[in-house]
């Protein structure tokens, strides 16, 4: 079979090869990953018409049994409110999702060799790749254009970037999601690949707050940061407890000095003068104050604030199966005059999304995806730190991304995210076949 054939590229597999180019680079090809994996997924369906793999691996079992579970069930909701054309136009987004289930059960991943060092090292790959494709449109921009469109219209490069993911949110969460993937493995990588780790985490930070201003990827690198901060612990801090107790404690009187001599009208001005700590500010603002509105503004907190409120008064019309997937904003506009003249296709939060669609059942089965990764590592029969540390990773990664926007119901976001529990299953199977030589 041709996809388990040895590419000469360092003995991978050209399945390997692809899944791998789908889960490194969607921050920079954007929607190709989209056609790659649905492409992967038609041959896999064509390789199961003649042949079945006799050993399937009991970690992409898992995963199989998850995808089909989730697909079918809001297919089958969708056609009981909606009719069967709306129910598979409106899930059409989620066919990366479909298209990932032949991939795992036709294709031989017992002789992968995907390991967690190389998985760790495409995601720092990625991240810089992106950053410095984004760097070099700006210094240099193409006068190419497409249908009527420049490169810099269509990767954003003078707004809020997002290169050629179509939407900076897409864009930015994959971007956060790559730059903390690079930590798994922190223990055996070379100084060089350290450096380049946090390269790529500041540049991820610089970018989400000054150039795509994406708040939900704020917020989730925050999270993750610290997380990431007590996984290493012991690798940055413990081994040379003395020496970074020094730099912390010389950090903390600089930013106690610049902080005090900078006063409060200052820190106002410096905000107020740049659009992208403004934006900010703002938001918090309006969270923390939401009855102060003579000062500040931010209608997009605002519409978040009404879309959850009203969604949550939804949910308890119909909360067990839902409205249907293509019922979501339909169902919530109706019950709110703030969005009568507002047009959207989701609630901004993937929790929501799928307490609407399917109702107490729908999220329970959401949920059940999002726990993917820590089922992966507790049902596998060989798993070390590293593997336990890039699943806990992905899931808090999955949680926050859920929580602040669309997880699924997204063509590119249902291929980067259908990805990980895979990568992470065949990173397991490539560690076990390494360690059996």
Partial sequence: MFLSSINPIKGFSYSDLMILFIFAFGTVFGSAITILSCLLGIICIIILFFRRVSIVPFELKIIAWVYSLYIGYFLLNGSFNSGVNNAFL???PNLPILCFIPICLAINWQNTNINLHLVSSLSTFGVLLSVGLACYLYLFPLDFELNGKTVAEYTKIYGRLSLFSGNPLPFSSMLVALSFFGIIGY????????????????????????????????????????????????DIVARNFKTNLIMLSILLVTLAFFTYSFNWENWLYLIESNSSLKRIYLGYHQIFSENDQTHYSDDSVKTRIELYSTALRTFFDQPFFGFGHDRIYFEVQNRNDFFSNRSYTHLHNSLLNHLIAGGLVGLFIFLVFLFLPILIIFFSKEKNSENITFGVIIFCYSILAGMTNLYLWHDL???????????????????????IR
Avoid: E, N, Y
């Fill in 90 to 92: 409106s899930m059409a």
């Fill in 187 to 234: 223990s055996k990588k070379t100084i060089l690949f350290r450096i380049l780790t946090w390269v790529a985490i500041v540049s991820t930070a610089l970018v989400i707050i000054f150039w795509s201003q994406s708040r939900g990827a704020q917020l989730q690198f925050l999270i993750l940061l610290v997380i990431s901060l007590i996984i290493l612990w012991q």
């Fill in 413 to 435: 976001l249902a291929s980067f995210h259908g990805v990980l529990p895979i990568i992470l299953a065949l990173s397991i199977l490539g560690d076990r076949k390494s360690s």
